[in-house]
T-cell receptor, first 108, second 116 residues
């Protein structure tokens, strides 16, 4: 089945810095989502982005399906951006496969 | 739209006991998923329902696990004869299949299970 890898595994930023999180997948995908998991475990939808580019405030995402990767950009990071970021991809079957996440800590 | 809800939020049980979790999806969503998440890992797929039909099950879902979605509305996940290795966060998600293959999942808050 499809494999999903995320990098970097851990990231520490000073407030106001920008960052790029990467998600590589091993096969073509028909669905791809980015989530932020808050300290209470809730997965919050960031982007549904099987291809193309989307922006939402300080966050944007790009998926290049032909090259099998997706990028999540966080600009002007804030302490509330801390948490774990997951990408999840679906290929062919019904199930989504999650990456192992990027743990982000933003320091004040 | 009240979002996906799960009950209970926390469950502590003794090894060998049975537990049942409930998930109420977003009302118009026809697809429902169960995942399990252990510390430091991403969620792992357990099973998928389209309306009331269970269409896919992970090999992670041993014989002690069973899931139902009667009438295509809420779903239950039961674990029989719990083991310490079952301790995890159990997450439910729902989605509405749309034209063009769009299938965005929305997650509930999860049920955290601790088996003593």
């Amino acid at each position: 089945g499809i494999q999903v890898e995320q990098s970097p595994p851990d990231l520490i930023l000073q407030e106001g810095a920008n960052s790029t999180l990467r998600c590589n997948f091993s096969d073509s995908v028909n669905n791809l989502q980015w989530f932020h998991q808050n300290p209470w475990g809730q997965l919050i939808n960031l982007f549904y982005i099987p291809s193309g580019t989307k922006q939402n405030g300080r966050l944007s995402a790009t998926t290049v399906a032909t090259e099998r990767y997706s990028l999540l950009y966080i600009s002007s990071s804030q302490t509330t951006d801390s948490g774990v970021y997951f990408c999840a991809a679906r290929s062919g079957t019904y199930k989504y496969i999650f990456g192992t996440g990027t743990r982000l800590k933003v320091l004040a | 739209d009240t979002g996906v809800s799960q009950d209970p939020r926390h469950k502590i049980t003794k090894r060998g006991q049975n537990v049942t979790f409930r998930c109420d999806p977003i009302s118009e969503h026809n697809r429902l998923y169960w995942y399990r998440q252990t510390l430091g890992q991403g969620p792992e797929f357990l099973t998928y329902f389209q309306n009331e039909a269970q269409l896919e099950k992970s090999r992670l879902l041993s014989d002690r696990f069973s899931a139902e979605r009667p009438k295509g509305s809420f779903s239950t996940l039961e674990i029989q004869r719990t083991e310490q290795g079952d301790s995890a966060m159990y997450l439910c998600a729902s989605s509405l299949a749309r034209s063009g293959g769009v299938n965005e999942q929305f997650f509930g808050p999860g049920t955290r299970l601790t088996v003593l």
